[in-house]
Nanobody, 125 residues
Framework: QVYLVESGGGLVQAGGSLRLSCAAS????????MDWYRQAPGKEREPVAI???????NSGDSVKGRFNISTDNAKSTLFLQMNSLRPEDTAVYYC???????????????????WGQGTQVTVSS
């Protein structure tokens, strides 16, 4: 089993900052390409920022220049530093990872995607 546990969400005023963390545990050898998604009320879940196994990052246009995704050296914890927060950033933020391409991972994990339970971020105006 793979476990992704987010933390660091909360209530912040516009212009403030938060740092989200996502700790991966369990069968982490089958975890690849971790990233962050978010889902605002009444909207579909959308990607926020991604980082691949080589460390290359990318982020959505709405957060570019404000949000920064990173991992620790062991690549077992994913971070999202969020600066200059806006009310429209209010959403549940989810940690996501893809199943690694090892044949053994396909045997052990029928799902191609792993998700955390989400952490609420609320930005007040």
């Amino acid at each position: 089993q793979v476990y992704l546990v987010e933390s660091g969400g909360g209530l912040v005023q516009a212009g403030g900052s938060l740092r989200l963390s996502c700790a991966a545990s369990g069968d982490t050898v089958c975890v690849s390409n971790m990233d962050w998604y978010r889902q605002a009320p009444g909207k579909e879940r959308e990607p926020v920022a991604i980082i691949n196994d080589g460390g290359t990052t990318n982020s959505g246009d709405s957060v570019k220049g404000r949000f920064n995704i990173s991992t620790d050296n062991a690549k077992s914890t994913l971070f999202l530093q969020m600066n200059s927060l806006r009310p429209e950033d209010t959403a549940v933020y989810y940690c996501h990872a893809r199943r690694a391409g090892w044949r053994s991972c396909f045997v052990r994990h029928s799902n191609a995607d792993f998700w955390g339970q989400g952490t609420q971020v609320t930005v007040s105006s």
